[in-house]
């Protein structure tokens, strides 16, 4: 907890944290994010240009275009929400930490959407990184976990306990799988409908 403001320990949380399947090697920037060498400079510990770091391998991204265009303020119509889609281009350093050298709030550029850089004020680079981390929160929890683990489960455990006769091997085995779905159903209603978690954290998300 004593790190949680410093960039290794921001980039360390994209292979180690709870959703390490965002994080892609960056070969070439998407035209949507327009970083320059002279941007990211500072950060940037080989002295060579952002390209050949690239060429290199030491360049990743994390893109959460996913949550573009979802429509905040609905789970709690009550209380102010904002949803970001943010992208961040991380770098492996000369200690081969993954250290975050630029981040883009939203997927559109332009003068409204700046990009963050830690050479910034100190609260403006932590605050886009709360954003980011925010970001891979909801990914997390709808994508990663209910979708591609409960939601996914169920439909293979329901289709098992029906059709499978109780003496098969794998019924017996499948009572694993049976608590994964049944789980997932009550994920479903607690994050989507009822909004627990996700409310918690001030989101505003359209249920799966
Ligand atoms: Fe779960």
């Not at 320990?9 to 399947?21: K, R």
């Not at 060429?55 to 905040?72: K, P, T, Y």
């Not at 943010?86 to 700046?114: D, F, M, R």
Request: aromatic letters at 8%; a negative charge.
């Amino acid at each position: 907890m004593q790190h949680w403001q410093e960039d290794f320990m921001f980039g360390y949380q994209f292979l180690n944290g709870c959703n390490p399947v965002l994080i892609k090697k960056c070969k070439k920037l998407p035209e949507n994010f327009p970083v320059t060498h002279e941007m990211v400079e500072c950060s940037l510990e080989r002295n060579i240009p952002l390209e050949k770091e690239m060429e290199q391998d030491n360049i990743f991204i994390v893109d959460f275009h996913l949550l573009d265009g979802i429509s905040a303020n609905k789970t709690d119509p009550c209380t102010m929400q904002f949803i970001a889609a943010p992208i961040c281009l991380l770098y492996k350093n000369l200690e081969n930490k993954i250290v975050p050298i630029a981040i883009q709030l939203s997927q559109t550029p332009g003068p409204e959407n700046p990009i963050f850089l830690p050479s910034d004020a100190k609260y403006d680079w932590i605050l886009a990184k709360i954003w980011a981390r925010s970001s891979d929160f909801h990914i997390h929890q709808t994508v990663t976990h209910l979708l591609r683990t409960h939601l996914l489960t169920e439909v293979f455990a329901i289709a098992m306990y029906r059709q499978l006769p109780a003496v098969h091997p794998i019924f017996k085995a499948a009572s694993i799988v049976k608590g994964c779905g049944h789980t997932g159903l009550i994920a479903a209603v607690t994050e989507c409908v009822t909004s627990g978690i996700t409310r918690s954290v001030n989101a505003g998300i359209n249920p799966v």
